[in-house]
């Protein structure tokens, strides 16, 4: 049993500095109820909070969850606009509360195609929160391969002939934060779904059946538990 539950005082162990979250199953979890999609969505934005909360709470260095994927365009209007406002609506509340909130928010992916306006105020959001213990990424607009395409262009603009793994990671969206060690999906699917491609090298994968809105902190301390079941060798014996 390994003790990393705040309720008995105990913080995450080392080896363990990052989880990711595939927050899967909001449409499924409304559908259930006979609800729209986007009420799932928005019950999904709730479970993100407690849940990235609690892990800043263990001490996790870094938690980053998947909001809006670079294919996430496809899906219908009414959705997609949904989607975009909470996570703009989520931005207004992180500002007006930010000294309470013990994260540094970073929003990774391509935020070019948003209206000015939309930009600024994630810069605003970004900075004002900069210097928290618990690194909050929020992927938005993020693809995998579009992240490495957007590296390597940002390298080539770079004038550089030649780049080596340090480069690429340097100009990844997530340059400062470290890989995930840990992989947690909910809604019962087992892919990546173009998350964090190069991040996830030697990422420890945890799928659970749950769908998103029903994820507890004690479900993920299961996942942590089955993480420090693991032997992770990168490549070694
Ligand atoms: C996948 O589940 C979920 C998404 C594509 C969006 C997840 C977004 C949120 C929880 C809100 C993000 C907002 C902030 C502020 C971080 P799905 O709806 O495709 O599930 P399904 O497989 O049951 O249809």
Redesign the pocket.
């Known amino acids: 049993m390994i003790e990393n539950n705040v309720k008995n005082g105990m913080r995450v162990e080392k080896g363990l500095r990052h989880i990711a979250f595939i927050?899967?199953?909001?449409?499924?979890?409304a559908k259930k109820r006979g609800m729209p999609?986007t009420l799932?969505?928005k019950e999904?934005?709730k479970?993100?909070e407690s849940i990235a909360n609690y892990c800043a709470e263990i001490g996790l260095e870094a938690v980053t969850?998947?909001?809006?994927?670079t294919e996430?365009w496809k899906r219908p209007k009414d959705e997609v606009n949904a989607?975009m406002g909470?996570?703009e609506q989520?931005l207004d509340d992180f500002s007006k509360k930010v000294n309470e909130m013990s994260v540094e928010l970073h929003m990774i992916g391509d935020m070019t195609v948003f209206p000015l306006s939309l930009q600024e105020k994630i810069a605003k959001v970004e900075k004002l929160s900069l210097g928290k213990p618990c690194k909050l990424c929020?992927a938005f607009n993020y693809g995998g391969r579009d992240e490495i395409v957007h590296a390597c262009n940002a390298l080539i603009a770079q004038g550089k002939q030649h780049v080596t793994a340090e480069d690429l990671c340097a100009a990844l969206y997530t340059a400062d934060i470290p890989d995930p060690d840990l992989i947690v999906r909910t809604?019962g699917e087992m892919r990546l779904s173009n998350f964090l491609l190069w991040q996830a090298a030697y990422s420890e994968f945890y799928a659970t059946d749950k769908?998103?809105p029903d994820m507890k902190p004690e479900d993920v301390d299961a996942a942590i538990e089955a993480f420090y079941k693991r032997s992770r060798r990168f490549g070694g014996i």
Not at 23 to 29: L, V
Not at 65 to 69: G, L, N, P, T
């Open positions: 927050m899967d199953g909001n449409g499924r979890w999609r799932g969505h999904g934005v479970t993100f969850v998947y909001a809006f994927s996430n989607l909470l996570v989520y929020v809604g769908l998103w």
